[in-house]
């Protein structure tokens, strides 16, 4: 495997980019999972999805270009449907859960529509919905790589008030400190990590690399940080054993990626609890 | 050194609020008190500029709500404070943080809220693994970090054990001893009657408002009517 990793540019993209995502996904998920708002990454994978149909009907009538690329208008409805979703659950504390449903189900049904009325135009459906890591261009790793830069230095200069914000944003308001710009930015930073993670794991997908590291990290972290940290080993463990295994098992690399993580996430639930029964028996 | 007059304030055009005032001076322990659905977290809410779309006016020190908050600190120690996302770990000195300047976690300033409180050596503690009591005095020491001219609470000793609840106003008393002005939403207004200088008592409107022993004695008059 690593001769060919050295010799296929296509498999260097897939790695790079794999781990590049495993990065920025559970970084994002852990605020997105301490606000409670763990249903977004679906939603806005969904969102992403409309717009790649759209795209494909408009290229099948001959608006766009055969060669336009309808992953672009993918990124741009995600981060149109982020911002909505922001403002929704802004506006519509308490019934937030419905409008999230409601953005993931109207996604959907546009999706399907437009697919149908797509005739003529070859849309890979499952390399959408279930990630098609191989097909991942250098310029595609390019665009991945930029975001998580761009991701990891808003996160490093604004942590404080993102930690402030998921933690107690009643609280801050009160501290008359400014954080619309930084709440908005954040929900846009998740609908383009999303949109470009679309490829490597799948619509279907998405939401688990940015939760189920987190869901291991808080098994196992004192603090916010901590989970941070522990969110993100666990994400690169989760993508590297997943790509590897995808290619020895000749698997999809979504599905093993997946499975991995809850494979980590049974493990250490197992761990902390035998740990848990001896610290007590040592007590007794 | 807060004077509201002639606050509204509704919600869905439905009055919450109707023709408050009152004044509270610097050094002053208030009590705001009334039954549930009254209007007593919507009065605090205001007086902290959560609720901006009232009528009627609400100054500190002279100054408008709005320049006294730009210029001033005020504490907030919140009901829901023991509602926060408690499967998330989260260790007491990343809260106190929230409450230093710049959200940036000051080790003195940490240490010394911390020690207002009884917590001392608690830092690297996570907060889920506190009890009610214990996780609502680090929420204190937060807002403390933020050396606060004023200190409002909302019904902190919501979900905490009764054997707490007496140490937790222990603490509000030692902390309005040192000359803290503080301003609580409780129903136990009975624990602190010594400490007390003020009682606010509304149902929409204010019903009452007046010292410790004028509220003991209307609370006695308005019991004998038979009109509760």
């Given at each position: 495997?690593w ?19 495993g ?15 763990a249903?977004i990454?679906?939603?806005?994978s ?24 309808p992953?672009?208008?993918g ?26 449903a ?12 437009f ?5 003529g135009?070859?849309?890979d ?7 098609s ?20 230095i ?16 009643d ?20 609908g ?8 490597i ?8 690399l940015?939760?189920l590291?987190v ?46 993580l ?23 | ?33 009334g ?8 009065l ?10 009232y ?16 210029k ?6 919140a ?14 000195q ?15 300033t ?12 608690f ?29 409002i ?57 007046g ?9 006695a ?8």
């Open positions: 495997m001769q060919n990793l050295f010799q296929y540019e296509f498999l260097q993209n897939a790695y790079l980019s794999g781990i590049l995502v990065f920025i996904a559970p970084l994002l998920g852990v605020f997105i999972v301490s606000k409670r708002l249903l990454p679906d939603a806005l969904h969102v992403s999805l409309s717009g790649v149909a759209i795209a494909t009907f408009l290229i099948s009538i001959g608006i766009l270009p055969a060669a336009f690329n992953m672009l208008l990124i741009v409805f995600s981060v149109i449907g982020a911002i909505v979703l922001w403002q929704l659950t802004r506006q519509f504390h308490n019934v937030q859960e419905i409008g999230i409601i953005v993931m189900s109207l996604s959907l049904g546009i999706s399907v529509i697919i149908a009325l797509a005739k135009v070859n849309l459906l499952t390399s959408y919905l279930f990630g890591i191989n097909t991942i261009s250098r310029q595609d790793l390019w665009i991945v790589a930029i975001l998580a830069l761009s991701t990891i808003f996160v490093r200069l604004q942590y404080r008030k993102l930690f402030a914000i998921v933690f107690d944003e609280f801050i308001r009160v501290r008359n400190l400014r954080i619309n710009l930084v709440n908005g930015t954040f929900f846009v930073f998740v383009l990590v999303v949109a470009v993670s679309m490829k794991v799948g619509v279907l997908l998405i939401s688990a940015m939760t590291p869901a291991i990290a808080i098994r196992l972290a004192k603090s916010f940080k901590q989970t941070i940290v522990y969110a993100v080993i666990s994400g690169e463990i989760g993508v590297i054993t997943g790509l590897i295994s995808s290619y020895y098992l000749n698997l999809p690399s979504g599905g093993t990626i997946v499975v991995t809850v494979l980590l996430l049974l493990g250490v639930f197992v761990w902390t609890k035998m740990k848990k029964i001896k610290q007590k028996r040592l007590t007794d | 050194m807060i004077t509201v007059k002639n606050l509204t304030y509704e919600i869905d055009q439905q009055v919450v609020l109707n023709d408050i005032n009152f004044t509270i001076a610097e050094g002053d322990f208030a009590a705001v008190i039954p549930n659905g009254s209007g007593k977290s919507t605090l809410k205001c007086l902290l500029g959560m609720n901006a779309k009528q009627g006016s609400i100054e500190y020190d002279g100054l408008s709500l709005t320049d006294f908050l730009k001033e600190k005020v504490g907030y120690v009901q829901h404070s023991l509602r926060y996302n408690n499967s998330i770990p989260v260790s007491v990343e809260v106190i943080a929230t409450g230093c300047d710049n959200l940036r976690g000051n080790q003195e940490i240490t010394l809220a911390l020690g207002k409180v009884g917590l001392e050596g830092e690297k503690k996570r907060l889920s693994e506190l009890s009610g009591g214990q996780q609502q005095r680090v929420f204190i020491a937060r807002a403390l970090a933020m050396h606060p001219k004023l200190l609470l909302d019904e902190p000793t919501v979900g905490i054990d009764q054997g707490r609840v007496k140490e937790f106003y222990e603490l509000m008393m030692r902390l309005h001893r040192e000359g803290m002005t503080i301003i609580l939403v409780s129903h136990d207004v009975h624990l602190m009657n010594t400490e007390i200088t003020k009682v606010i008592a509304i149902n929409q409107g204010v019903a009452f408002n010292n410790f022993e004028e509220y003991r004695r209307y609370h008059n308005y019991c004998e009517c038979g009109e509760v």
